[in-house]
């Protein structure tokens, strides 16, 4: 396993009215995370919020191309992401334990926090398709060029970590500074991650090691 | 972090532990069991609360010590709320500790105020003071600073500083205001009406008159001579003959004291002083010695001379002689002077000083207790009592923030 420190490039936020950061998403241009009662999409070039939605966003946050999905309470809301509106529900896989939420290859992908699992679920039924046991409490969960990376925070420390999707084995991992929590995680299909970080209200852009 | 308890925790911020209930209420992990501890907390159920929160502080696991602490807080608070003053000073110190070598200063601060609170509740301003000092000044949440002004108004009304306990009130109540919490601001405003109440009533030449805490205040720098029932004391300045043990004594020198300039009678003296409800020569025998005793006590205030049917007081250096009483002298009245030196006392201790019986002291302390004048903690032998207006005790808990954010 290879194991370094986390290059964080760039901060964004604390935002104005928001107290904790539950999940993150991209959809190419802007950032999206969850606060509470909104989703916000932010402007990575200017660090602005761009854009709220009004709905309730407790954990997770993933989008497909057309659609954000948001963990809320104990389901998945399927949000039109120009309207806003609220087209679908499907329950979560851990009924309310559920932490981080990725879309990858025709699935959603969903970190149950304290059961150290993530889920690959229908997202048009909620149907359970296989679980991936991990070793630390499970947050943010992405996919990018066909890796699994899912973020972590237990007690005060966090770290984001690639696994094996078959074994659950770490393969690599980037540590944060003590006392910063990764909430969310999502990759911009390029050289970054961009995590949520807890209650601290801000976004943080991690650099994604290069392969060679 | 996890949905439900991100949903749970939302609604316990805005007020609706019964939101927060309906979430969490089949779960058994430690941030769940966090929550319902709380909620139980703001729904009133203290018992139920501290069960939950202790297993919440047991489930988290050993890295998330930050988690741990808060519900120690949490818990700690609940007992003070309760009255319950034996849990283990050091359980807190410790919790307060880790949160404040994790960055959790709101929370650390939290636990400190917790501690002034119960030094001052326990009669001990100047530790409170010291706590108070120690906390690390960070830009508090306006709760917290409610809880803060609180603790000190409440010294510095033990102290009889109304000034100060005045500013840190209005302080209190600009915080209280920002915060936005109703029962805050309503704790800020019972405890302002204490300095807007009289707090007692001056006697002098027959005649008497309400006091504001604020002129009591100024009495202490009066050139009179004070019988002040408070502290069963006769006092000029800081010259202090202190009578709390010595009752009878006590009583025949407010007797004195209210009638001066004119003398009283020998059987006045014996009737109020002794109880006794005829008097005989015994009687005189022991008012005699009585007043041998007080004279030596009160030498460098006045002196007690004889008069043709009794006694008069001559007050030393002052042209002037007050009995400062209480605003209304009610049955027990003298185990509630005793008491409301702000000490906690066992019954036995108050039994002594008053001169009457364990028994008879512990059935006034129970009537009192019945009608809320006074309150007591502990059990058995190491109960003690006193009198409930210590402010800076919000019965209401502020808990500690974000309890469940990691």
């Known amino acids: ?42 402007d990575p070039a200017d660090g602005k919020i761009a854009r709220s939605i009004d709905v309730a966003a407790h954990a997770g946050t993933a989008f497909d191309g057309r659609h954000l999905f948001q963990i809320a309470e104990d389901r998945i809301q399927k949000i039109d992401a120009a309207t806003g509106k609220v087209l679908a529900n499907i329950p979560a896989p ?58 972590t925070w237990e007690g005060e420390d966090s770290d984001i970590r690639r696994i094996d999707p078959d074994t659950g084995n770490v393969l690599e991992q980037l540590d944060l500074p003590a006392g910063t929590m990764v909430s969310g995680l999502e990759s911009d299909g390029g050289d970054r991650f961009f995590c949520g970080g807890g209650d601290r209200g801000n976004v943080r852009a991690v650099r994604r090691p290069k392969r060679s | 972090m996890e949905s439900l308890i991100t949903a749970a925790a939302r609604a316990l911020q805005a007020g609706d532990p019964l939101g927060a209930l309906n979430r969490v209420a089949l779960r058994n992990d430690a941030p769940s069991l966090a929550l319902r501890g709380i909620a139980m907390a703001q729904l009133g159920d203290l018992t139920k609360a501290k069960t939950l929160l202790r297993s919440a502080a047991r489930a988290f696991g050993p890295r998330e010590a930050v988690a741990r602490a808060r519900c120690v807080v949490a818990e700690v608070e609940i007992a003070l709320v309760s009255r319950d003053l034996t849990w283990p000073t050091k359980t807190l110190a410790a919790a307060r500790a880790t949160l404040e070598g994790h960055g959790d200063l709101a929370n650390a601060a939290h636990a400190g105020h917790i501690e002034a609170r119960r030094l001052l509740l326990l009669g001990r301003p100047d530790e409170a003071e010291r706590t108070l000092a120690e906390i690390k000044s960070t830009p508090l949440p306006p709760a917290s600073q409610v809880a803060r002004e609180l603790v000190i108004a409440g010294i510095a009304i033990r102290r009889l500083r109304t000034k100060a306990a005045r500013a840190a009130l209005d302080r209190a109540a600009s915080a209280a205001r920002q915060a936005g919490i109703p029962a805050l601001a309503a704790e800020v405003e ?69 009638a001066w300039p004119a003398d009283v009678s020998r059987e006045a003296l014996i009737t109020g002083a002794f109880q006794a409800r005829h008097v005989d020569e015994s009687h005189r025998a022991r008012l005699r010695v009585e007043i041998g005793r007080l004279r030596t006590k009160l030498k460098p205030l006045a002196d007690v001379s004889a008069t043709r049917q009794g006694f008069a007081l001559t007050p030393r250096k002052t042209p002037q002689v007050l009995v400062l009483a209480r605003p209304v002298e009610e049955k027990h009245a003298n185990v509630l002077a005793f008491l409301s030196d702000g000490e906690p006392w066992s019954s036995s201790a108050l039994a002594l000083a008053l001169g009457t019986s364990a028994r008879t002291v512990q059935r006034a302390l129970e009537e009192l ?33 974000p309890l469940l954010k990691t």
Request: hydrophobic letters at 40%; proline letters at 5%.
């Open chain 2, 369 to 401: 207790a019945r009608s809320n004048k006074v309150q007591s903690f502990g059990h058995g032998r190491a109960r003690r009592w006193m009198t409930p207006p210590v402010p800076g005790f919000p019965t209401g808990l502020l808990l500690p923030g």
């Open chain 1, 94 to 151: 851990g009924g309310g334990g559920d932490s981080g939420l990725a879309w990858a290859e025709g699935s959603l992908w969903v970190g149950q926090y304290r059961e150290r699992k993530i889920h690959q679920v229908d997202p048009q039924t909620g149907k359970v398709l296989r679980t991936i046991e991990s070793k630390r409490f499970v947050t943010g969960v992405t996919w990018v060029d066909g890796e699994l990376w899912h973020g």
């Open chain 2, 190 to 258: 019972s405890t302002s009406r204490v300095l807007d109440t009289p707090a007692a009533r001056l006697i002098t030449r027959g005649h008497e008159r309400s006091l504001l805490l604020e002129e009591v205040e100024d009495l202490a720098t009066s050139e009179a001579l004070v019988v002040d029932t408070f502290h069963h004391a006769v006092r000029r300045r800081c010259i202090l003959v202190p009578l709390g043990r010595r009752p009878v004594l006590f009583a025949l020198a407010r007797i004195l004291a209210q």
């Open chain 1, 1 to 42: 396993m290879k194991r370094s420190a986390a290059e964080i490039v760039r901060e964004y936020g604390p935002f104005a009215g928001v107290e904790a950061v539950h999940g993150v998403t991209y959809d190419g241009t802007h950032v999206w995370f969850a606060s509470g009662d909104r989703l916000n999409s932010v």
